[in-house]
């Protein structure tokens, strides 16, 4: 009985997620369309590269323009979206990042880094916060690269984070536009 509950609250708290993610960046020109081979496609012909997901990681269909995906054992989901041509917005990268968490509470950035990505400087920021009174632990990496902001975000319990968070880095580095 527990567990079914658990896993309701998850699945509403994933939805809430995405549907943050999604309003806080402006109108959606150019966004997600799909993803196949480890390949996000914005448009028939344009695509970013991520990185190979271990064994445990699922394809999540969402409504959301994401390429979503959840790993059942850990109650984690990792997920990209870009934001591209009247949807871009060329704010700081801390700027964006903390769109991300708009509708998160007792939301607390433990640390931000910057990183390069493709070339390109993005900000990754490791922070906790509950959305619908649950407790989770958050891992996003914001980059901007020909005209489009694209997010890459983790999150899960955060007593099962540092069971996930190696999938997560491997799912960002691979990131080539």
């Not at 344009?46 to 850990?74: I, M, Q």
């Amino acid at each position: 009985m527990e567990h079914m509950r658990n896993t309701r609250v998850f699945w509403g708290i994933l939805a809430l997620v995405f549907f943050l993610i999604g309003c806080f960046h402006g109108r959606q020109v150019t966004s997600v369309i799909g993803y196949r081979n480890q390949m996000v496609f914005l448009k028939k012909d344009v695509y970013y590269k991520v990185g190979k997901l271990p064994e445990g990681w699922k394809t999540l269909s969402t409504r959301a323009k994401a390429a979503a995906f959840y790993n059942k054992d850990l109650g984690a989901s990792i997920s990209t979206d870009a934001f591209c041509a009247g949807g871009f917005e060329d704010l700081p990268l801390k700027t964006l990042s903390g769109q991300l968490f708009a509708g998160t509470q007792q939301h607390s950035i433990i640390s931000e880094k910057e990183i390069d990505m493709d070339g390109r400087g993005g900000l990754r920021t490791v922070s906790t916060g509950s959305i619908d009174g649950v407790d989770l632990k958050f891992d996003t990496v914001v980059v901007k690269k020909n005209n489009c902001t694209m997010d890459f975000v983790y999150f899960s319990p955060p007593e099962k984070y540092k069971d996930g968070v190696a999938a997560f880095e491997a799912f960002f580095n691979g990131f080539k536009f």
